[in-house]
């Protein structure tokens, strides 16, 4: 945990912020929106609860205004130091362009290289216009080509 001031903190997250999460993943998503049930909570402790997985969030006067998701995966590579993925990435709309992204990524590349992490990685929307702040934050695109398989959602 980082405490910047009294009144903003950034720190890993844990199930009673969950009610923070539901507003910054739906200013996230376009699909369907993050409901306040009990279903979704537990889907946010199963989260939390996986080993090597952290949600990084900051606190400004006691309301979650940005997160991001670390995973920290087992290697073989590297001498089997890990890597990472972060996914996730967002600031509420209404404090964007403060710091607080800024922070947040700091927050988790600190904890990826605290674990020896030897690369993160991130993939970011092509319309979102957020890759020049992932390069202002030192990462490239030039070096990996992102690319993405996904199940059609299940009708269960």
């Not at 946010?44 to 998701?69: K, M, N, P, W």
């Not at 600190?110 to 993939?123: G, R, T």
Request: include cysteine; charged fraction near 20%.
């Amino acid at each position: 945990m980082s405490v910047l001031s009294p009144n903003l903190t950034v720190r890993r997250l844990n199930t009673d912020d969950f009610e923070h999460i539901i507003s910054l993943i739906n200013e996230l998503t376009a699909g369907e929106p993050l409901t306040n049930d009990e279903a979704k909570r537990a889907h946010f402790a199963r989260l939390l609860e996986h080993d090597g997985t952290s949600v990084f969030g900051v606190e400004l006067y006691d309301q979650i205004v940005s997160c991001a998701t670390l995973h920290i995966l087992p290697n073989m590579t590297y001498g089997g130091r890990p890597y990472c993925l972060v996914e996730n990435v967002v600031t509420l709309q209404a404090y964007r362009g403060k710091g607080y992204g800024r922070m947040v990524m700091h927050a988790v590349r600190d904890a990826a290289w605290e674990a020896d992490a030897y690369k993160i990685m991130l993939l970011t929307g092509q319309t979102r216009g957020a890759k020049g702040f992932y390069e202002s934050l030192g990462y490239k695109a030039d070096q990996k080509h992102g690319m993405v398989l996904r199940q059609i959602p299940s009708t269960v």
